[in-house]
């Protein structure tokens, strides 16, 4: 399998209901990212891990919880989301490029969660 | 202040028209630049990057302008398959984070 891959595609969860969105990248890349997608409005990033640590926290709840156990799998735990939380969430990777900046990111299919 | 800002259009041009966006940027010392398409339910996937002497990929053409902090693409003779949303992405002056805009709608009509 190539690229970025993101499962589940579609999600819809109770206000009390715990899931995990799991992505994984075939790339060799060394940065992750979560991203959530909102009708009428720009990526919003919400977590950066580069070679593994998390490097970027953009004030988003800890209702959401990210976790990178190595450089190809992220995850993203859902608790007690609210309705709000719908959206379509993007996972992404990129390689560090020279001078420590992150490269070109490539993005998965995106999990669409419903929150009910 | 927003750190990008585009016109979300929409834009519906003729296939063969010529079309521009442009985008611009809030933070003069911002590192990196591109160009991103999404289609309908799909992900973003990158088209280009911007380099400060502008680039060419066959119809599609990215400048950017560090005076006036605008990037801008050009697409000449459209075809119905360029249909879909342009994302405009800036990395920050950090190298660290990458702003998106919210994207300019172009549909080709037959």
């Known amino acids: 399998e190539t690229g970025v891959t993101q499962t589940p595609r579609h999600l819809v969860m109770g206000m009390t209901n715990k899931k995990s969105l799991k992505c994984e990248q075939h790339?060799?890349?060394?940065?992750m990212y979560w991203y959530k997608q909102s009708a009428k409005k720009p990526l919003e990033l919400m977590f950066v891990?580069?070679?593994?640590?998390?490097?970027e926290n953009n004030s988003v709840p800890s209702r959401f919880s990210p976790e990178c156990p190595n450089s190809s799998h992220l995850f993203l735990h859902l608790h007690t989301l609210q309705p709000e939380d719908s959206a379509l969430y993007l996972c992404?990777?990129?390689?560090?490029?020279?001078?420590?900046?992150?490269?070109?990111?490539?993005f998965g299919p995106g999990t669409r969660l419903t929150v009910l | 202040r927003k750190e990008v800002e585009q016109d979300p259009g929409p834009f519906n041009v003729p296939e063969g028209a010529t079309v521009a966006f442009n985008c611009t940027y809030s933070?003069?010392?911002?590192?990196?630049f591109f160009w991103y398409r999404q289609d309908c339910r799909k992900e973003p996937k990158l088209l280009m990057s911007?380099?400060?002497s502008g680039n060419e990929d066959g119809r599609f053409t990215a400048q950017l302008n560090r005076a006036s902090q605008y990037i801008s693409l050009l697409i000449r003779d459209s075809k119905l398959s360029d249909s879909a949303t342009y994302l405009c992405?800036?990395?920050?002056?950090?190298?660290?984070?990458?702003?998106f805009g919210t994207g300019t709608s172009l549909t080709v009509i037959p």
């Open positions: 933070n003069s010392a911002s590192q990196s």
């Open positions: 992405v800036v990395m920050s002056y950090t190298g660290n984070q990458f702003y």
């Open positions: 911007v380099y400060s």
């Open positions: 992404a990777s990129s390689q560090e490029a020279r001078g420590g900046s992150l490269g070109e990111q490539f």
């Open positions: 790339l060799g890349h060394n940065a």
């Open positions: 891990y580069n070679f593994k640590e998390q490097t």
